[in-house]
């Protein structure tokens, strides 16, 4: 068995609008936007009553995915917590771009606070 490549990368998000916006400022592209709810989603992601909207967005060489998803139900009581360098799980994603300081100068001009 060999892995052929990474599909996707899902990350939870607050903001769907605001994250969309985030990453299409970066130069990916959406791909598709869906909602999902019903009985079979809980036992799939360990929830119950879940309805989440979703976003698909693809790097323009077609080679990355990240899905960003919106829980709507049930929501997620401890609101946003920042993680510490070394709290366990996802602490990044990079993208390799052309011109860097180009990249952060958008984004901070757009009022991204978190560059």
């Known amino acids: 068995m ?4 990474i599909d996707h990368v899902s990350v939870n998000v607050n903001d769907l609008s605001a994250a969309k916006g985030f990453f299409l400022d970066l130069g990916l592209e959406v791909q ?34 990240i899905e960003l998803v919106k829980f709507h139900t049930p929501s997620d009581e401890q609101d946003f917590l920042k993680p ?20 952060v100068a ?7 606070g978190h560059l």
């Open 106 to 112: 958008k984004l901070k001009k757009k009022g991204n």
């Open 32 to 65: 598709g936007e869906w909602e999902m709810e019903g009985e079979w989603l809980g036992p799939v992601v360990g929830l119950t009553d879940v309805k989440t909207a979703c976003v698909g967005l693809r790097t323009p060489d077609g080679q990355a995915w």
């Open 2 to 5: 060999k892995i052929n490549r």
């Open 84 to 103: 510490l360098a070394n709290t366990l799980g996802i602490r990044h994603i990079a993208f390799a771009v052309e011109d860097i300081e180009a990249v």
